[in-house]
């Protein structure tokens, strides 16, 4: 406490999104998913995550070209060594932006949206504890952001979800 003002601790959790764009020189070019990333930093942890698409059909392989098509045949194995290295090799909180700096042609991951941290993340004190709530809060994030990604709303549709209803 300085001053008599308690600074409360914050974080951030932050998604980006990974796209190839199968033509630059043409605006109405085929965008190909290819997943979502997300970055978390706290006072006292520093992560990253990601979600990525295993595989893509002939089609969407036929419209890369050659050498990425040669990278991004199974995009985990080409992604995320570059993705742990820009988690070690930036500042906490700087590494989707390092990797939207070496990713911004064909490839590109773009800005990072931010995402409000549960308030428990900056309470929890307890190392394990924290990493469990991080990992699981993280997890359903980056799924949930990936399908929002391949499969968007169509005809005007925000919601896909189908309207359950339940009787005991």
């Known amino acids: 406490m300085a001053d008599g003002i308690v600074r409360f601790p914050t974080g951030m959790l932050r ?20 997943g979502v990333i997300a970055e978390v ?40 060594p570059e993705i742990v290295a820009a988690l070690n090799n930036s500042e906490p909180g700087r ?8 990713y911004h042609s064909s490839l590109s991951i773009f800005a990072p949206a931010s995402i409000d941290v549960p308030r428990q993340w900056l309470l929890e004190r307890a190392d394990e504890k924290l990493w469990e709530l991080v990992e699981h809060r ?22 896909p979800n189908v309207d359950t209803r339940r009787a005991a």
Do not use: C, N
Not at 41 to 47: G, R, S
Not at 144 to 154: G, N, V
């Open 41 to 80: 930093t706290l006072p006292t942890l520093h992560a990253i995550g990601t979600a990525l698409r295993p595989g893509f059909h002939d089609s969407e392989l036929a419209l890369m070209g050659p050498i990425m098509r040669d990278l991004l045949r199974k995009p985990m194995d080409y992604l995320w």
């Open 138 to 159: 993280t997890r359903v994030t980056l799924e949930d952001e990936y399908f929002k990604f391949l499969f968007p709303p169509r005809d005007g549709v925000d919601d």
């Open 95 to 102: 590494a989707l932006e390092q990797l939207g700096q070496q």
């Open 15 to 34: 998604v980006s999104r990974i796209v190839y764009f199968t033509d630059l020189q043409h605006a109405d070019s085929k965008e190909i998913p290819v």
